[in-house]
Structure formats: structure tokens, C-alpha cells
Nanobody
Framework: QVQLVESGGGSVQAGGSLRLTCAASISIYVNNYMAWFRQRPGKEREGVAFIDTHDYSTHIADSVKGRFTISRDNVKNTLYLQMNSLKPEDTAMYYC???????????????????WGQGTQVTVSS
């Protein structure tokens, strides 16, 4: 059983930055497809960033491209989301997710992610 624990959320003004961290209880190299999702108020959960922890390939959603960066530390079993130039519309609960099957239906196909964290809240004020 993999446990994922997110941290690093908080309140920030527009234009600011935050770095989210997702600590995994076991090797993320095993569950090598990891992603960040978010759920904005009144909206469905959506994918933000994806990473393959074997070949380091990434995919960033258009809505945050150029502002958000996903990375991982396989030694520390930790996933990161660096968020820069934050906007009020980035306000959401952010979740990390992990899976062992390639997301053939799309990087943000939530059905392929077996494990989810409890989320960390990000609030961006104007």
C-alpha cells in the first residue's frame, strides 16, 4: 500500500510562488507514473502535471504551462510541483497521485492512478 502525503500549500498573493511536496511511503520508482491534480471550487478535479519517474518525461496542462513545473526525487521518494506566477484561478485543493500503468487514455486519466494523497489547499488572492 502506497501512502502519499502532500504539503506546501498555503495562501499567497497573485504573482507569488509555492512549492508543493508529495512524500511517498515507498519507492516511487515502482509506481512510476505520477501526477498532480487539482479541484477548484465548484469544478471537477483536473490534471495539472504528469511525470514518468523512470525517463523523467513530463506533461503540463495548458492552463499552467510556463508557470508550473513538476519534478521528482527518486532517492527521497518525493514528488514536487513548483508553482510560479500564481493566479487567483489557481486556487484549489491540490492532490498527488501515483500509478503503475501507463496512462494510455491520457496523462490525466484519473482511472489509472491507484493511489491518491489527501490534498493540500492553495489559495491565491488578488
Amino acid at each position: 500500500q502506497v501512502q502519499l502525503v502532500e504539503s506546501g500549500g498555503g495562501s499567497v498573493q497573485a504573482g507569488g510562488s509555492l512549492r508543493l511536496t508529495c512524500a511517498a511511503s515507498i519507492s516511487i520508482y515502482v509506481n512510476n507514473y505520477m501526477a498532480w491534480f487539482r479541484q477548484r471550487p465548484g469544478k471537477e478535479r483536473e490534471g495539472v502535471a504528469f511525470i514518468d519517474t523512470h525517463d523523467y518525461s513530463t506533461h503540463i496542462a495548458d492552463s499552467v504551462k510556463g508557470r508550473f513545473t513538476i519534478s521528482r526525487d527518486n532517492v527521497k521518494n518525493t514528488l514536487y510541483l513548483q508553482m510560479n506566477s500564481l493566479k487567483p484561478e489557481d486556487t484549489a485543493m491540490y492532490y498527488c497521485a501515483a500509478g503503475s500503468r501507463y496512462p494510455a487514455g491520457g496523462f490525466f486519466n484519473q482511472g489509472v492512478y491507484n493511489y491518491w494523497g489527501q490534498g493540500t489547499q492553495v489559495t491565491v488572492s488578488s
